[in-house]
């Protein structure tokens, strides 16, 4: 079991940056990948990156953040962050860190809500025009 805890959002107006930041805790051994998921108002959760833990922790993103958001993650510190740059107010959205472990159905590319193991709360992100 792992537990998932998010920081770092807010309100920025358009063009500005903002990091966030998850903090993982528990059984995290088998966790082998994690990744930072987004639900705009009436849309359904996507996946917008996704970190290998181990091997050549190797990225992904969705063509939407692609360019503009950068995920990286700490091992020794156990955290996983996002930094958002030149944000567009279509990125309003609450944003929500996962991990996904050992023994799931889930893959690290493509990502696949019903694969992850673990979400955390949320954190919402407001990008003002």
């Known amino acids: 079991q792992v537990q998932l805890a998010e920081s770092g959002g807010g309100s920025v107006q358009a063009g500005g940056s903002v990091r966030l930041s998850c903090a993982a805790s528990?059984?995290?051994?088998?966790?082998?990948?994690m990744a930072w998921w987004r639900q705009r108002p009436g849309k359904e959760r996507e996946g917008i990156a996704s970190?290998?833990?181990?091997?050549?922790?190797?990225?992904y993103y969705a063509d939407s953040v692609k360019g503009r958001f950068t995920i990286s993650q700490d091992n020794a510190k156990n955290t996983l962050d996002l930094q958002m740059n030149s944000l567009k107010p279509e990125d309003t959205a609450m944003y929500y860190c996962?991990?996904?472990?050992?023994?799931?159905?889930?893959?690290?590319?493509?990502?696949?809500?019903?694969?992850?193991?673990?979400w955390g709360k949320g954190t919402l992100v407001t990008v003002s025009s």
């Open positions: 996962a991990a996904v472990s050992a023994g799931s159905n889930g893959y690290c590319y493509p990502m696949e809500a019903q694969g992850i193991t673990s």
């Open positions: 528990g059984n995290t051994y088998n966790m082998y990948c």
């Open positions: 970190i290998y833990i181990a091997g050549g922790r190797s990225t």
